[in-house]
């Protein structure tokens, strides 16, 4: 199920989908979030929006990235992976934007249900 999930200080749409799913993956603030992937950013070189850059994060977190596998069926969606994953703590990765998943519920600053992910990042554990 989607839930509205903005944690922006401002209330902002900015474009800002890693530093929110960073947010909710680990349980920080925005502010806390945005400032971890800034200076992983800087540390690498690169931008913080960067696919390699918030994965370090999340890596760092005791996070691991799996593929989606060719097996999966055609069409399957943040929905559908919600649905089959009840418990845990996931990072959807659609290539351009992430969301993430807790406990089944799909958190996002719109609703990106119907996105078909590409990758997606977990704690070993929740396997």
């Given at each position: 199920m989607y839930v509205p999930y903005n944690p922006n200080p401002c209330g902002l749409s900015t474009g800002d989908c890693t530093v929110?799913?960073?947010?909710?993956?680990?349980?920080?603030?925005?502010?806390?979030?945005?400032d971890i992937l800034s200076e992983f950013a800087k540390n690498m070189c690169d931008m913080a929006h960067k696919d390699w850059v918030w994965g370090a994060v999340l890596r760092a977190n005791g996070f691991h990235r799996v593929i989606v596998p060719d097996t999966t069926p055609i069409g399957y969606s943040a929905a559908d992976f919600a649905e089959d994953n009840p418990k845990g703590t996931f990072?959807?990765?659609?290539?351009?934007?992430?969301?993430?998943?807790?406990?089944?519920?799909?958190?996002?600053?719109?609703?990106?249900?119907?996105?078909?992910?590409?990758?997606?990042?977990?704690?070993?554990?929740?396997?």
């Open positions: 929110r799913a960073i947010s909710k993956a680990l349980n920080i603030s925005w502010d806390d979030a945005h990072v959807l990765g659609f290539g351009g934007h992430c969301c993430t998943i807790v406990n089944g519920d799909i958190y996002d600053s719109w609703d990106s249900s119907n996105e078909k992910p590409v990758y997606v990042w977990f704690r070993e554990e929740q396997r």
